[in-house]
């Protein structure tokens, strides 16, 4: 007998395709204003230049939007999603053709019949199982597994959303598979292709009447019509309109890592602004915006975020979803935003490591929302007590310690038997090396600096630094928000080094480097001291010679920096490994994986009250569970509190840390 398509049957006097028509007019209505209120409030955000550098742009697209590289960094998780996702793209053919099955009055698309036809209702069939197994293994390994990443601040509760969306899902396969099953179970007609979903449905249907199959294929088709449409219109309501946002949101992400945006992208002097900072939601920028949109609570952010790790009230994923609602319901002038729904506590908790950012499948960002936060709150004054005496004492001697300029280089008449030329207006030299605050004044870092010096020396480099005329880099003042002092220090710093010739800065500080390269203007010529020596090395300029200690194993701590930041992680390996005797272990958590020392950026100066430990010490048992005894770093704040946590933990006398640069000269 022929099948009759249920969009060809009458009901209650009203033909089938008219149903049709009126279910797609009154979804596609329902969710286009759904959309334009959302299109509303991403117009309502401020200028973001994202435009440029199409071809990364588009590659990027490929990368972590089509093939989902960073989907397998979770690897259960990640097979779940890629299943679903591929299964999306294929199956999205088969709803649309189903909607105009129904609203031709059961109209097939030529092109799927044929030979193309059976091709294509083969691999959906093959799909529409695939997709049905992943989802029940989603919601099974909900249930039993119940990964804490996916709570929203521990409430399993709120989880209903994703349980109804993979049941959504669930329910489109199975009543798609008894579309397929009922007209196959009803019908002599001929095959469609392979259909092993179909098949299977209608094996449990053999032996009922093949009116049966005509009523089981009448029923599915119209429930899967309005699960479709009700499932379209849940979509921009809350986590899952990530499907439609996610790949805009990888195609406009930041391109490079590291640096901060400016105050408002388009205005050149920040003087020029009413306010510098985000203390509304349209303060943020279309794509932080956006963000709000694409963020699929996946929890990976929260994960890999050491601020959360520690205890501190910081979660980013929360962070995100709080935003998201807040946006949603417009309670904008009920509650303040910064400092409100977004605490103090929270918006300082954050180190600016990018672990978040680094883990992020769909490209959320972080950091500079956090520091849009801060320069709202250092511009209401609502910092902590602590940041003003540092802040003041930077404007006034250029440096976080209140110490005279004059002494800036004091440091240098500590290396034996070694002149270190400071430079002055018009002199040249081979190598500039930027000392920065920490490793003029700081005892304990100074040796490092003292190491460099060596380092230089012993290579025959031609090198001088900038002593008194050397100012604070200004990396930790512009992501505390200080973006006027900041621009100061930026200024005089500029003003120097233009009068001043050299080939290439070296820094000791990943932090100064950091902001040398990606906040300072025009493209100085800047490396950390480990990219500079690496070749040295390799080459014999600079030769390690004598063997470590015996019995030591080393561990290398990857400050974020370096590595996340700007992707130096072989370098200060390959230095390692050239050092004799060296006994190199890996932590669990190392490379783009690496866990925050805790004491770059604004950290160092303000204790986060409810933290249950410290994010070195926490780094600390990382490194000992790995196995070693000797942590090295080549970061000076990375030293400063992981030496810190070693006493605090009273491993002083097992554990020790030391710079990368220190090793390297005790060797020579
Ligand atoms: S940047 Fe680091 S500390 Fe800040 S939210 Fe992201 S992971 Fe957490
Ligand atoms: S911000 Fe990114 S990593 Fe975090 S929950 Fe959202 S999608 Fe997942």
New binding site residues.
Partial sequence: MPFVHPSAETYFGIPGYVLSWVILIAALALFSCTLYQRILLLRSGQPDPRFSQLDRRFLGLIRYGLIQKKQLRYFGAGIIHYLIFTGFIILSLRSLDLIIQGLGGGYELYWLKGSFGGFYNSLKDVFELLVLAAGLWAILRRLLLQPERYRRNGDPGHQSEAYLVLGLIVFLMITDILFEAGRLASTSQVSRGWLPAAALGAWTLSGSLPSTGAVLSSTVYWLHLLAFFFFLNFLPLAKHFHIITALPNVFFRKLEKGGIKPARWGIENPEDLDSLGVGRLTDFTWKHLLDFFSCTECGR??D?????AVG?P?S?KM?TIKLRDYGYSKEENKIAMTGGLITTDEIW?????????E?CPVCIE??DK?IDLRRHLIETSQTPKSFNSVLMQIEKTGNPFGKPASKRADWTKEVPGLLVPILKAGDEAEVLYFVDGYASYDPRVQIIAQAIVQGLHRSNIQFGILGAREKDSGHQVRRLGEEGLFQNLLEENMETLGSRRFKQIVTTDPHAFNTLKKDYPGDLPVMHYSQFFLPLIQDGRLKPAKALAPGDVYTYHDP?YLGRHNGLYDPPRQILKTLPGMNLVEMQRCRDRSF?CGGGDVNLWHEIEGEEMRMAGKRVRMARDAGANVIVTACLFCLLNLEDAVKTAGLDKEMRVTDLMELVVSTI
Avoid: N
């Fill in positions: 952010c929260s890999q975020c050491p601020a959360r501190r910081l980013p962070f908790s954050c180190t600016t490591c990018g672990a978040c950012e883990e972080y950091i956090m974020c925050c």
